[in-house]
Structures are given as structure tokens and as C-alpha cells.
């Protein structure tokens, strides 16, 4: 049973325009989520997090938006480069634990 | 910038055949995560280690055992492979505190294919 889905395993958006990736978790004590990115033939890379405290963490173009009562969080990239093109993974963390559970990951494709 | 070396990256193996992954950090993180990657389902947690010669199974932990005898190294064992662990795996670290140990770095990964 997944408890964190990214159900959407495909996007593709035009250069310059907004990137939306949703993710849905059904865990309600996960107090921490953090997106990753990763490139072929690398591992993923830290990309940006938010506490259950927050509704709303920005850096540069990209930000996360919280909403606890659906259990759902998304990440928007404003606005999107062809180097944005990646697997992107959401994750999420129990309150004092040490361990994340990850989404199955949306493939990301920008287009120039 | 914190590195995590992950010893091969594509490697092929015999059904049955002893297959050690290794792995190897240098930021003196005291975490360590063995995660693998398949089509679908993302990132599972193999096994993790807080400390020296301590591991805690995670989600997926049959068929595999781990050794942390050093703070850098944690290595990966397949006892006796078979094809379902035909898979992307990968190496993770990250150091305690909060909002710190939940920021993983990651390994390359092997490819590791059982024939």
C-alpha cells in the first residue's frame, strides 16, 4: 500500500510556461515532505522541503505548496527550462523518524 | 561537496551467486540508506543504519542484509540472488538534526541485473 502517490507518471509542459507536479499521501502523521529531483544515470538530488507547519515554502522558481486537510502537496516551476527536464519524486517523513517513503516519481519533460 | 561512491555501476550476477554492493561516504554522516528503484514504484527502503554496526530493516528487507563496520562504509549483501532483485540500487546518507537527516545524498546507483 503506497502511502505517498504521485499519479500522474508523465508531464510534458512548453519552455517558459508553469510546471505543476501533485502528489497525494495518506499518512495524516508525516510532518515533513521534500521533493527530489534526479537526472539519468545520477541519483536524486535535494530540491526543496516544507514543514506541516507551512502551507506554502518558495526558492527561486520553484515552490511548495501544503495543504493538509486534502493531504495533497504540488510543486510549481516558474517558469520551466528544458533543463528542468528530470524524474521528480516526493517524499515524506513521520514525525522523530529517520526514514522517507517516495512517491513512484513524474517524468518531467520540458520542451524548447 | 559531500559525495556518496557507490563501487560499481552496473553489475550482473548469477541466480543464487553472493553480491556485495558497496558504498562509501565522506561528509562523516551518521546516516546510511540502501534504497532500490523500479518503473512504478519509486524508491523503497531496503535497510538504514544511525550509527556504527547498528541497521534497522526498512519496507523491504527480505533477501538482503546489511554490514556497517566503519562510520563512511555501509555495504549491501545479497545472500543468494535472485531475478526479482534485478533492480536500480542506491546509496544514501545524511547527518541527524532537524530538518538535516531527512536531506539525503545520494550514490550514482548500480544497476545490478541476476541472470
Known amino acids: 500500500d503506497q502511502q505517498v502517490k504521485q499519479n500522474s507518471p508523465s508531464l510534458s509542459v512548453q519552455e517558459g510556461r508553469i510546471s505543476i507536479l501533485n502528489c497525494d499521501y495518506t499518512?495524516?502523521?508525516?510532518?515533513?515532505f521534500l521533493w527530489y529531483k534526479k537526472y539519468p544515470a545520477e541519483g536524486p538530488t535535494f530540491l526543496i522541503s516544507?514543514?506541516?507547519?507551512?502551507d506554502k515554502n518558495e526558492d527561486g522558481r520553484f515552490t511548495v505548496f501544503l495543504n493538509k486537510s486534502a493531504k495533497h502537496l504540488s510543486l510549481h516551476i516558474v517558469p520551466s527550462q528544458p533543463g528542468d527536464s528530470a524524474v521528480y519524486f516526493c517524499a515524506a517523513s513521520l514525525a522523530g523518524g529517520n526514514k522517507l517513503v517516495f512517491g513512484a516519481g513524474t517524468i518531467l519533460r520540458v520542451k524548447s | 561537496d559531500v559525495k556518496v561512491t557507490q563501487s560499481s555501476r552496473y553489475l550482473v550476477k548469477r541466480t543464487g551467486e553472493k553480491v556485495f554492493l558497496e558504498c562509501v561516504q565522506d561528509?562523516?554522516?551518521?546516516?546510511m540508506f540502501w534504497y532500490r528503484q523500479d518503473p512504478g514504484l519509486g524508491l523503497r527502503l531496503i535497510y538504514f543504519s544511525y550509527d556504527v554496526k547498528m541497521k534497522e530493516k526498512g519496507d523491504i528487507p527480505e533477501g538482503y542484509s546489511v554490514s556497517r563496520e566503519k562510520k563512511e562504509r555501509f555495504s549491501l549483501i545479497l545472500e543468494s540472488a535472485s531475478t526479482n532483485q534485478t533492480s536500480m540500487y542506491l546509496c544514501a546518507s545524511s547527518t541527524s538534526g532537524t530538518g538535516y537527516r531527512e536531506k539525503l545524498f545520494f550514490g550514482s546507483g548500480t544497476q545490478l541485473s541476476v541472470l
Open positions: 516544507i514543514s506541516s507547519i507551512k
Open positions: 499518512n495524516s502523521m508525516f510532518d515533513y
Open positions: 561528509m562523516d554522516h551518521e546516516n
